[in-house]
Every structure is written in structure tokens, then in C-alpha cells.
């Protein structure tokens, strides 16, 4: 019986090989808790999260006797909410009604700690997740952090100087793409996003100057103002 030839990457109508093992094919793939579907649509893991977040705030609401309403906010928080972002910039792109499953999470948190007398101060999840997302390429673009640099995007290459190029020089690439599915991804994403923070700042020095929490603090204070116009 003949055997099948070694070639590494080769595909053939029955199997794929890759340095010697045969690979089996698979709608999903978990790797470091984040599970990938074929068409990377994330459906799978966040209906995963949202169902065992559901859980966890079963357990809130066990322990809501022994807790005040701001101890119930500080557990949410620390237990609930940061499971629910676990490694969001790699789904963070999934479809609105997939990421509308997380937001219900929250809005029963919020409900379970108003019962207890407290208005609690919580921010959405997709704020949360720019804010995170403006952080990386801070740390990309300006901070030349060593393992991130294969995120690292080029400047724009103006041809014609507007006042727009001369008051935001720091802007990034804008690659042309008119794919759904690309234009979800997070370099496109937050590049936008990094574009309109440049171009918001009068004093771009003073945004290459700063430390890590302290961006954090004004991206945060830039979006919520940039979201109420």
C-alpha cells in the first residue's frame, strides 16, 4: 500500500498535514479560554461567558443578605464583570447581538444591586472595551511597548496639507476596507477610534507624555463627552 507523501502545509482532498500530523478539521478551537468558531464570529464563546456569568450572579444573589449594596457592587465587579472581559480584544469585534447577551448580564447586576438601595455606578461593557482598546495602541504607538510592536500601524501620509493634517499629525493609516467582517477587527477598529482622540487633542505632546493610568483616565473622560454629542 502506497504511502502518502510528506509535503508541509500540503492540503489534500482528505486530510490536512502539517510537519508530519494529520490535522482534523473542527467548527471550534478553545485556546487560553477563548473559544474560535470557522467563521470567527465569537457566537460560541460569548453565549459561554453570558451563561456562566448567569450563574455567578445566581451566587450574588445567595449572598445579598450578608452584603450591603456596595459590597454587592465591589463583587460584581471584581468577580462578574472582570470574567466578562476576559481577553475582549480578541472577540470584542463580534456581532451586536452576540455582545447584547453580556449587556443583559450587567443590566441584572445593576438591577440586583438597586434592590438593595444603591444606584450603582457602572459603565457599559463596549465603553469598558474601548477604553482598553485606546490603551493598547497607546502603548503601541506611543509607549513602543516590545511585545505589541506587531500591531504597530504607520502614520498617514497626507498629500495635500490641510488645517485638519497640520493640528493632528499623529494620525494612523486608515486602510480602505469594505468587508463586515474586517472592518470589525480591532486594528481597524481602533485605529478610527485613535484617529478622532488625535484629532479631538489640542496638544498632542501632552498625550505622548503621560503614564498608562493616566491615559486611561483621560480616554475615559474623552469618550463619555465624545458619546453625549
Not at 457602572?122 to 511597548?145: E, I, N, P, Y
Not at 506587531?150 to 493632528?168: C, H
Amino acid at each position: 500500500m502506497s504511502q502518502w507523501p510528506y509535503v508541509p502545509g500540503l492540503r489534500t482532498a482528505s486530510r490536512l498535514v502539517f510537519q508530519g500530523d494529520t490535522l482534523t478539521p473542527q467548527d471550534e478551537v478553545e485556546v487560553l479560554g477563548v473559544t474560535y468558531d470557522r467563521k470567527l464570529s465569537f457566537r460560541s464563546h460569548i453565549e459561554r461567558l453570558a451563561r456562566e456569568a448567569s450563574g455567578k450572579l445566581v451566587s450574588l444573589r445567595r449572598m445579598s443578605p450578608l452584603l450591603d449594596s456596595r459590597g454587592m457592587e465591589v463583587l460584581y465587579k471584581a468577580q462578574v464583570r472582570s470574567f466578562l472581559e476576559y481577553a475582549c480584544l480578541a472577540w470584542g469585534g463580534a456581532a451586536n447581538k452576540h455582545l447584547s447577551l453580556l449587556d443583559k448580564v450587567q443590566e441584572r447586576a445593576a438591577r440586583l444591586i438597586r434592590e438593595a438601595e444603591h444606584q450603582p455606578a457602572l459603565q457599559s461593557l463596549q465603553h469598558r472595551r474601548d477604553v482598553a482598546g485606546l490603551t493598547v495602541m497607546f502603548k503601541v504607538q506611543l509607549q513602543c511597548v516590545p511585545h505589541l510592536q506587531s500591531l504597530w500601524q504607520p502614520p498617514r501620509l497626507a498629500q495635500v496639507a490641510t488645517r485638519a493634517v497640520t493640528s493632528a499629525p499623529e494620525e494612523l493609516l486608515q486602510t480602505r476596507c469594505r468587508t463586515w467582517h474586517h472592518q470589525r477587527q480591532f486594528i481597524y477598529t481602533y485605529v478610527s477610534w485613535w484617529n478622532k482622540l488625535i484629532a479631538s487633542e489640542q496638544n498632542i505632546e501632552n498625550i505622548a507624555n503621560l503614564s498608562t493610568q493616566n491615559f486611561k483616565s483621560k480616554v475615559n473622560e474623552w469618550l463619555i463627552q465624545y458619546r453625549q454629542q
